[in-house]
Every structure is written in C-alpha cells, then in structure tokens.
T-cell receptor
Framework: DQQVKQNSPSLSVQEGRISILNCDYT??????FLWYKKYPAEGPTFLIS?????DKNEDGRFTVFLNKSAKHLSLHIVPSQPGDSAVYFC?????????FGAGTRLTVKP | DSGVTQTPKHLITATGQRVTLRCSPR?????VYWYQQSLDQGLQFLIQ???????AKGNILERFSAQQFPDLHSELNLSSLELGDSALYFC????????????FGEGSWLTVV
C-alpha cells in the first residue's frame, strides 16, 4: 500500500539554488512527519520533522512545510550544496506505524 | 553513528536457507523497527516491537519472523530464502511507541544466490 508517495524519483538543481522535494500521503491519521537523507551504503539519517499541529518547521537550510488539507508536505533546501546530493525519504507516522515514501534522488550540480 | 548496531553487515546465502539478522537499539530506546529496501525500492516497513511486544505489522512475509528480547535487542529471521529476498534490511529504534523520530542502523545487506 502506498500511503506515502514521492512522485518524483529524481531532482537535479544547481548549487546555490533552492531544492524542493515533495511528498503526498493518504492516511489522515498520520500526525508526525519526517524527512530522512540517505547516502549509498549507509542507513537513512534523520533530517527534520514536523508535527501535524504545525505547518512549518525550519532548521538552518532545511524547512519542512505541511499542508494538512492537501495531505502534502515538502522539504525546501536553500541554498543547495553538492553535499546535499543523496536520496531523500519522507515518512509519516500514526501511533505505532511509520511509513516511508519511495525516495527522491537529489543531485546538486556545482 | 546513530547508535543502532546491526550484524552482520553483509551476508551471502543460498536459496532455501535461513538467516538471522540482529539489531541492538540505541541505549534507552524501547521500540525497534525492521525495514526492507530492495534495489531501487523505497523503505518497506516490515514490523515493529515495543518493549518486547509486537506493535505493528507491515508487509512482512510469513517466511519472515522477528522478536525483541528482554534486553531489547531484536532479531529478524528469514527462512526458505528466495532470490527476491536479496535486499538491504534496516533496523531502526526510537524511545517511545509512536510519534517519535526513529534512528536507523547501517543495514544488513543480504544476497541470496
């Protein structure tokens, strides 16, 4: 079941520009949302999260936006850096269950 | 280093065999999650344990089973292995049962030949 969807398998941006990664979910019971970053041959690492009672959370260059009515969240990275090149997974949690999207591969070109 | 330890890091085995993957959660974490990532696939949730009890089940095959022990480490048992079971298996842990950030280990890479 695809309760969490990342419809863009890949994204390429120029260094210094904004990267916007999108995620949609179907289960209205999800109340906690997260973004993870994954480099090859490593485990996913936590990046940023947001509770359903908020619509924005910012941490340095990373901002997550949540639109509950649209069941949509996005991750903005600005400015993008070559070291940000990785696969980004969004995740949504409800009670004991955490589901992940299929991931978006971000490439930041120098 | 997330604090979540998985062993073995790499494993090659034949079809029909059985393997056990082990996970030690971060110190103080009571929840353990297992995920499967096949080639070019996302993270598929398999199962979650909280303080020794099964709490949530995802797309886990009947040939697979897991448990969490009193010391909170967990094992994922994969039996009657098929070629399609080749994947990266991740363990993750969190403090609470829900609504928490989970932290991943580096994964166990299983190759079935």
């Amino acid at each position: 079941d695809q309760q969490v969807k990342q419809n863009s398998p890949s994204l390429s941006v120029q260094e210094g520009r904004i990267s916007i990664l999108n995620c949609d979910y179907t289960n209205s019971m999800f109340d906690y949302f997260l973004w993870y970053k994954k480099y090859p041959a490593e485990g996913p690492t936590f990046l940023i999260s947001i509770s359903s009672i908020k619509d924005k959370n910012e941490d340095g260059r990373f901002t997550v936006f949540l639109n509950k009515s649209a069941k949509h969240l996005s991750l903005h990275i600005v400015p993008s850096q070559p070291g940000d090149s990785a696969v980004y997974f969004c995740a949504a949690s409800a009670r004991s269950d955490m589901r992940f999207g299929a991931g978006t591969r971000l490439t930041v070109k120098p | 280093d997330s604090g979540v330890t998985q062993t073995p890091k790499h494993l090659i085995t034949a079809t029909g065999q059985r393997v056990t993957l082990r996970c030690s959660p971060r110190s103080g974490d009571l929840s353990v999650y297992w995920y499967q990532q096949s080639l070019d696939q996302g993270l598929q949730f398999l199962i979650q344990y909280y303080n020794g009890e099964e709490r949530a089940k995802g797309n886990i095959l009947e040939r697979f089973s897991a448990q969490q022990f009193p010391d909170l480490h967990s094992e994922l048992n994969l039996s009657s292995l098929e070629l399609g079971d080749s994947a990266l298996y991740f363990c993750a842990s969190s403090q609470a049962n829900s609504g928490n950030t989970i932290y991943f280990g580096e994964g166990s890479w299983l190759t079935v030949v």
